[in-house]
């Protein structure tokens, strides 16, 4: 049952018609509704599936952009990246303090919230040595919101008439990881997915950064350094597709094949949500995470909406 599903969220009616009505939402919507009714089915196939999968999408979607364009395009959003960042850590460390909740715990949600979810927490971590309950705990808050964001986003920046270059801007700064950024990106369409995932992978890049200040505030000089390298062959994808005279017919098939990982991605995501990983979350570290998510949010779209057209 579980292997038919993967085939009619990748394979509907395209064969037939070119058409394929799965969205990376429904696919995620598709993957929760399976967990949920069924339990979570092999959770650490899909776990690392999902890692894999959605870093060779990426860089898959770079053979599809232009990265003179993109890098013109994105520019706008850079400075409030860097002031985001350290400005939800510093509010979520006080936050976090104020509520009485576990140090790690509120640097980890503080750190999936303003870089890039999960693969932040899963980065900084073991640096902080971080045990598996504060690590399923800033996990489960963080895909929880993350998985609610790709759901309401889109008909939020509809309803506010956001243009592409708007929506794509805040969708990469406001979502916590970069599967739901991409995935809402695309909803929105071709212009928001494309500098939705350069901005979202720009600020990716601060996982390296961050982990070196985890070192000094923890003080453990011997952590290992998790660096998220498919970013730069995302950034090589662009150079590739801009310079070397890529045939469009290769580079429209394997963007085509990106966006097919990206909705598997979401299916694999969503069937790793459980009812424990719900409970286990807890109230203060939830409200914690809606907070940080609330502030980021609500910011960084008064920016985006006073600042670019």
């Known amino acids: ?23 990376p939402a429904s696919a995620l919507f598709i993957g929760l509704m399976f967990a949920l009714c069924f339990g979570c089915p092999f959770p650490k196939f899909n776990k690392k599936s ?10 898959g979607l770079g053979f599809g952009m232009n990265v003179v364009e993109s890098l013109k395009s994105g520019s706008e959003g850079m400075l409030f990246t860097v002031v985001s960042v350290v400005g939800v850590m510093v509010f ?19 750190s999936g919230t303003a870089i890039c979810g999960g693969s932040a927490i899963a980065a900084v971590g073991p640096v902080l040595h971080a045990d598996e309950e504060e690590m399923a705990v800033s996990l489960g808050v963080i895909f929880i919101l993350n998985a609610i964001a790709l759901f309401i986003f889109p008909p939020i920046g509809h309803f506010f008439d956001m243009s592409q270059q708007q929506f794509g801007t805040w969708a990469a700064i406001a979502i916590h990881d970069t599967s739901s ?3 809402a990106g695309d909803a929105y369409g071709p212009e928001a997915l494309q500098l939705a995932t350069l901005i979202k992978l720009t600020r990716a890049l601060w996982i390296i950064p ?9 003080r453990d000089k011997k952590a290992k350094i ?84």
């Open 226 to 309: 998790s660096i998220p390298w498919f970013i730069f062959l995302f950034i090589l994808a662009m150079i590739v597709n801009t310079y070397c005279g890529l045939p469009e017919a290769v580079s429209t098939w394997l963007v085509w094949l990106a966006k097919k990982g990206l909705v598997l991605t979401l299916f694999f995501i969503g069937a790793s949500l459980s009812l424990s990983t719900i409970k286990s979350v807890g109230t203060r570290p939830l409200l914690l995470a809606v907070a940080l998510w609330i502030l980021i949010g609500v910011s960084s779209f008064i920016v985006v909406e006073l600042t670019i057209p």
């Open 92 to 110: 979520g460390v006080m936050f976090g303090y104020w509520m009485h909740i576990n140090r790690k715990t509120a640097y980890l949600i503080s």
């Open 210 to 218: 961050m982990a070196f200040v985890t070192m000094l505030i923890f």
């Open 50 to 59: 999902s890692k894999y999968l959605l870093q060779a999408s990426v860089v």
């Open 1 to 23: 049952m579980y292997i038919a599903l993967i085939i009619i969220v990748l394979f509907p009616w395209d064969i037939v018609t070119a058409y394929n009505p799965v969205t």
């Open 181 to 183: 950024v991409v995935g």
